[in-house]
């Protein structure tokens, strides 16, 4: 694919790197870190953040995270740590009722997990996907809101923009996937953004975002808040940075979107950082 040339500095907030040749294998689709690497120079992407595939995992994540984080040395990446939890993250009152009940299994991440992750200079924050891993309970959970670090999480029907809400927010910063409505929603995209008005914390991520309309809204709306996401390996960043490019927004918002929104709620990825 051919290189695009434009004049903004662009940092990805949503890429996968599969941490070793089982993960490649399950997934389908084999991504070296070199080629995630050449891939994101293509697209003029200086840096990005980077976490274990969304397929669960036997076990914990102690692993992989370690292995994405290794993968991360000497690239552009920065690594997230990928966590789960044994809440049901649903919002229905069958499993509120669950939730009630439930306790951490040896393989969730613990408080300790949380501080330790925190604490070791490989990583730049944690991930969460709620649909396939479950949430934390409430002690890990205040234990991510202690060490004040953004949270990637996916988003969907299956843990919608209220149920973030009411679960996550208010604790630490949040960036919501696909403004929330993984795939392609557009119900669930326009109350993420609705989101916005009420959540300082909350900020959204535009990959798979296919429609210009609610991407122009976001940015004319809330142009602090829009981070760009590719969603690599699952699509080329080309796609996702040319979406940006060819939305009727000022120069300013793209430049937000692009970078200086995420070097905000990313320390590691502002421009000194490089």
């Known amino acids: 694919m051919l290189e695009l040339e434009h004049g903004f500095r662009v940092v990805d907030v949503n890429a996968r790197l599969d941490p070793d040749e089982q993960s490649v294998a399950a997934r389908g689709r084999e991504i070296s870190p070199e080629r995630l690497e050449r891939e994101l120079h293509q697209a003029g992407v200086v840096r990005a953040v980077v976490s274990p595939g969304a397929r669960r995992v036997e076990g914990s994540y102690l692993r992989p995270n370690n292995a994405v984080a290794r993968m991360s040395v000497d690239r552009p990446f920065l690594a997230f740590a990928r966590i789960n939890g044994p809440r049901d993250p649903s919002g229905r009152p069958s499993a509120r009722?669950?939730?009630?009940?439930?306790?951490?299994a040896a393989?969730?991440?613990d408080p300790d997990d949380i501080e330790q992750y925190a604490y070791d200079d490989r990583f730049h924050g944690f991930s969460l996907a709620p649909a396939v891993d479950g949430l934390p309970d409430d002690e890990t959970l205040a234990m991510?809101?202690?060490?004040?670090?953004?949270?990637?999480?996916?988003?969907g029907r299956a843990f919608e923009p209220s149920a973030v809400a009411e679960s996550l927010l208010g604790r630490?910063?949040?960036?919501?996937?696909?403004?929330?409505?993984?795939?392609?929603?557009?119900?669930?995209?326009?109350?993420?953004i609705d989101l916005l008005d009420d959540h300082d914390d909350l900020y959204l991520d535009t990959s798979f975002v296919r429609y210009r309309s609610v991407l122009e809204r976001a940015l004319l709306e809330h142009p602090d808040r829009v981070l760009f996401g590719s969603g690599a390996p699952e699509t080329h960043?080309?796609?996702?940075v040319m979406e940006i490019l060819t939305l009727d927004v000022s120069e300013d918002a793209l430049s937000k979107a692009f970078s200086k929104n995420a070097a905000r709620v990313i320390e590691a990825l502002g421009p000194g950082e490089q």
């Not at 009722?97 to 951490?104: E, V």
């Open 172 to 192: 630490f910063p949040v960036i919501l996937s696909s403004f929330g409505g993984f795939p392609l929603d557009r119900e669930l995209m326009a109350e993420a």
């Open 144 to 155: 991510l809101e202690d060490v004040g670090l953004p949270v990637f999480v996916e988003g």
């Open 237 to 240: 960043p080309n796609v996702g």
């Open 97 to 104: 009722l669950r939730n009630f009940t439930s306790s951490r």
């Open 107 to 109: 393989h969730h991440a």
